[in-house]
């Protein structure tokens, strides 16, 4: 054909012209070859992807300066874009992009379930939507407490039950169902709303243990023979109790939170939260994802049904009393709510929220680690350093949320808490029934 | 041919020869702001002129533009007016070439300039205009798909 061969020589001869600032296309295979006025504009020629050829290190130059100039959303999403380009630019914008644990940003989904800066906090607001029983979690881009402005992070919808009320939690602003491609996790309280138990899609670090005691043998599937009807996994990561304190409910309620998938050492100088996921896995198991599936440890899935009286959360997450030094290091991490104080003049309950919550309300609070003193004189095999008190070191305040206006919630949160677990925890402050005078 | 000694009447120069056998003479002061270059002088292998193998003659023409300007001028604003109109090419073939010389030669001011200029060309694309720009093939898996869409929605729902 004419045209192929005219197109062979004007390979053969230097530069291509270029329309704005798109290369056109011409394909000699078949494709339609364009319109006459394609060819007014000069000799075309076919590009041979030579920027595929860019060598890796320029690459890498230039999405570093990428990530590093589009530090905020929305421009951010400009490095989410780059990393759908093809395998490589995606290796190289995974590679460059730093957990939130060290960079403080969020960048792709898996963020939401990493956990937030060791250095500050991320600051979030949540939207409540009474009429659509909705709840929406986004950044903020401003300091501003008020500010509307927020990038969409994750939504979750109430569902209530005749013993139970779920909240599904979902990174689809408007696709909640379990097998939606969004969904993410759960969390289930009991009837009175006073237990909660927070569960994830994706194992933790010690999901063998987390789960095995609950379920009976014979639902345990090994990773390489799941069956396309598999419900996803739902693995119990935390856990959420309130009580009335001592003041009955004159005083504030009294908050704990267990956190299964993280154990206490990774509060300690040097801890770190295991197995954090590198990708928000696909949910659903199905065909296509049978290579993924084998690339899974082998985990049991644990039946999401479960009767929360029943549950026995002592012995989940590797608290073994006989277990000696490692079930120590492994035992789950315990956030309690800080004691308000009261305040005498302004007769209420007060807690320094820094200018983050601005309205009073029984749904306010901040968690801080609750850990134990030191070793016993029983396990002082390890050369511990003694803390004088067990609260002295951890009086950082892990999350904080609070009402800001009607409908409107501050939720900071940091290192361990990921986005998922924090908002997690703060739905369960919508729900209490708990009151207070 | 560099001359030796007395830098009175005529400055030292260096030939670049193109690869497609252009040559260049060009004062070394201008030459060395290439990293390559001034090693090579530096080892005193510049006679008979320093091949370039890698950069055709139109793209070392650009390249000492870039570099006589910057030899050159010292104003900070003129030098600004002027890598702006130098990155503002249409041709992005021609801009291919130029980050290549600028990284086969470590000439790091372009280097940097050209970088820049490519990273700012993707802002605000989406996934399939930044494939067309570059003429990148998507070379997922569609289970790599799926995830990459749900990225995707994510980061662009408001």
Same mark, same amino acid.
């Given at each position: 054909?004419?045209?192929?061969?005219?197109?062979?020589?004007?390979?053969?001869?230097?530069?291509?012209?270029?329309?704005?600032?798109?290369?056109?296309?011409?394909?000699?295979?078949?494709?339609?070859?364009?319109?006459?006025?394609?060819?007014?504009?000069?000799?075309?020629?076919?590009?041979?992807?030579?920027?595929?050829?860019?060598?890796?290190?320029?690459?890498?130059?230039?999405?570093?300066?990428?990530?590093?100039?589009?530090?905020?959303?929305?421009?951010?999403?400009?490095?989410?874009?780059?990393?759908?380009?093809?395998?490589?630019?995606?290796?190289?914008?995974?590679?460059?992009?730093?957990?939130?644990?060290?960079?403080?940003?969020?960048?792709?989904?898996?963020?939401?379930?990493?956990?937030?800066?060791?250095?500050?906090?991320?600051?979030?607001?949540?939207?409540?939507?009474?009429?659509?029983?909705?709840?929406?979690?986004?950044?903020?881009?401003?300091?501003?407490?008020?500010?509307?402005?927020?990038?969409?992070?994750?939504?979750?919808?109430?569902?209530?039950?005749?013993?139970?009320?779920?909240?599904?939690?979902?990174?689809?602003?408007?696709?909640?169902?379990?097998?939606?491609?969004?969904?993410?996790?759960?969390?289930?309280?009991?009837?009175?709303?006073?237990?909660?138990?927070?569960?994830?899609?994706?194992?933790?670090?010690?999901?063998?243990?987390?789960?095995?005691?609950?379920?009976?043998?014979?639902?345990?599937?090994?990773?390489?023979?799941?069956?396309?009807?598999?419900?996803?996994?739902?693995?119990?990561?935390?856990?959420?109790?309130?009580?009335?304190?001592?003041?009955?409910?004159?005083?504030?309620?009294?908050?704990?939170?267990?956190?299964?998938?993280?154990?206490?050492?990774?509060?300690?100088?040097?801890?770190?939260?295991?197995?954090?996921?590198?990708?928000?896995?696909?949910?659903?198991?199905?065909?296509?994802?049978?290579?993924?599936?084998?690339?899974?440890?082998?985990?049991?899935?644990?039946?999401?049904?479960?009767?929360?009286?029943?549950?026995?959360?002592?012995?989940?997450?590797?608290?073994?009393?006989?277990?000696?030094?490692?079930?120590?290091?492994?035992?789950?991490?315990?956030?309690?709510?800080?004691?308000?104080?009261?305040?005498?003049?302004?007769?209420?309950?007060?807690?320094?929220?820094?200018?983050?919550?601005?309205?009073?309300?029984?749904?306010?609070?901040?968690?801080?680690?609750?850990?134990?003193?030191?070793?016993?004189?029983?396990?002082?095999?390890?050369?511990?350093?003694?803390?004088?008190?067990?609260?002295?070191?951890?009086?950082?305040?892990?999350?904080?949320?609070?009402?800001?206006?009607?409908?409107?919630?501050?939720?900071?949160?940091?290192?361990?808490?990921?986005?998922?677990?924090?908002?997690?925890?703060?739905?369960?402050?919508?729900?209490?029934?708990?009151?207070?005078? | 041919?560099?001359?030796?000694?007395?830098?009175?009447?005529?400055?030292?120069?260096?030939?670049?020869?193109?690869?497609?056998?252009?040559?260049?003479?060009?004062?070394?002061?201008?030459?060395?702001?290439?990293?390559?270059?001034?090693?090579?002088?530096?080892?005193?292998?510049?006679?008979?002129?320093?091949?370039?193998?890698?950069?055709?003659?139109?793209?070392?023409?650009?390249?000492?533009?870039?570099?006589?300007?910057?030899? &050159? +001028?010292?104003?900070? /604003?003129?030098?600004?007016?002027? #890598?702006?109109?130098?990155?503002? =090419?249409? %041709?992005?073939?021609?801009?291919?070439?130029?980050?290549? &010389? +600028?990284?086969?030669? /470590?000439?790091?001011?372009?280097? #940097?300039?050209?970088?820049?200029? =490519?990273? %700012?060309?993707?802002?605000?694309?989406?996934?399939?205009?930044?494939?067309?720009?570059?003429?990148?093939?998507?070379?997922?898996?569609?289970?790599?798909?799926?995830?990459?869409?749900?990225?995707?929605?994510?980061?662009?729902?408001?």
């Amino acid at each position: 054909m004419p045209f192929r061969s005219m197109v062979r020589d004007l390979r053969e001869s230097f530069g291509n012209i270029s329309r704005r600032k798109f290369e056109v296309r011409i394909y000699h295979r078949g494709k339609s070859l364009g319109s006459s006025s394609d060819l007014q504009d000069g000799p075309m020629v076919i590009q041979q992807s030579r920027w595929a050829s860019l060598p890796p290190e320029l690459l890498r130059d230039v999405m570093k300066r990428l990530e590093e100039d589009e530090s905020s959303w929305p421009s951010r999403k400009d490095v989410v874009s780059c990393a759908s380009v093809c395998t490589t630019w995606r290796d190289v914008c995974k590679d460059i992009v730093r957990s939130p644990e060290i960079c403080a940003k969020l960048t792709f989904p898996v963020s939401l379930k990493q956990p937030g800066p060791r250095d500050g906090v991320i600051q979030c607001f949540i939207k409540r939507d009474k009429s659509k029983l909705t709840y929406r979690l986004y950044l903020c881009l401003s300091s501003a407490v008020l500010d509307e402005n927020g990038k969409f992070l994750l939504a979750a919808r109430r569902s209530r039950r005749t013993t139970h009320t779920d909240y599904a939690i979902s990174m689809d602003s408007k696709n909640f169902s379990r097998s939606s491609a969004g969904y993410i996790g759960k969390l289930r309280s009991n009837f009175l709303g006073t237990k909660f138990v927070i569960y994830d899609t994706q194992p933790p670090f010690n999901a063998g243990r987390l789960c095995s005691q609950e379920r009976p043998p014979s639902r345990r599937l090994s990773s390489r023979k799941v069956s396309p009807k598999v419900p996803v996994g739902s693995y119990p990561i935390g856990q959420v109790n309130y009580e009335l304190n001592v003041l009955g409910t004159r005083g504030p309620r009294r908050m704990q939170c267990t956190m299964h998938s993280i154990p206490e050492s990774a509060v300690e100088p040097g801890g770190v939260v295991p197995g954090q996921p590198k990708e928000l896995l696909p949910r659903l198991f199905d065909e296509s994802f049978r290579s993924t599936a084998t690339s899974f440890s082998k985990y049991s899935i644990a039946d999401s049904s479960m009767d929360l009286s029943s549950c026995r959360y002592s012995e989940c997450g590797g608290g073994n009393p006989q277990g000696g030094d490692a079930a120590d290091k492994e035992r789950p991490l315990v956030l309690r709510n800080k004691a308000p104080r009261w305040h005498e003049q302004l007769q209420c309950w007060c807690l320094n929220f820094r200018g983050r919550v601005t309205v009073a309300s029984v749904k306010n609070l901040q968690l801080i680690a609750s850990v134990p003193p030191a070793a016993s004189a029983g396990a002082s095999a390890q050369p511990q350093a003694s803390v004088p008190s067990s609260t002295s070191s951890h009086d950082t305040v892990i999350l904080q949320f609070g009402k800001v206006a009607r409908d409107i919630f501050t939720m900071d949160y940091r290192y361990p808490l990921s986005a998922f677990q924090a908002f997690a925890i703060c739905l369960t402050s919508f729900d209490t029934k708990l009151a207070c005078e | 041919m560099a001359s030796a000694g007395s830098g009175d009447e005529k400055a030292a120069t260096v030939t670049l020869i193109s690869s497609d056998n252009e040559h260049f003479e060009v004062p070394e002061a201008v030459a060395t702001l290439s990293q390559t270059i001034r090693h090579m002088i530096e080892d005193g292998c510049t006679d008979g002129g320093v091949p370039l193998p890698n950069v055709t003659g139109r793209i070392l023409a650009k390249v000492l533009e870039y570099c006589n300007k910057h030899a &050159a +001028a010292s104003d900070k /604003d003129e030098l600004e007016k002027f #890598d702006k109109a130098f990155v503002d =090419i249409d %041709d992005q073939a021609t801009l291919f070439d130029l980050v290549m &010389a +600028a990284n086969y030669l /470590d000439i790091r001011g372009m280097l #940097d300039l050209t970088c820049q200029t =490519i990273a %700012d060309m993707i802002k605000g694309k989406s996934v399939e205009e930044i494939r067309e720009t570059f003429n990148i093939k998507n070379d997922f898996t569609p289970e790599e798909e799926a995830e990459i869409r749900r990225e995707n929605q994510w980061a662009f729902d408001d």
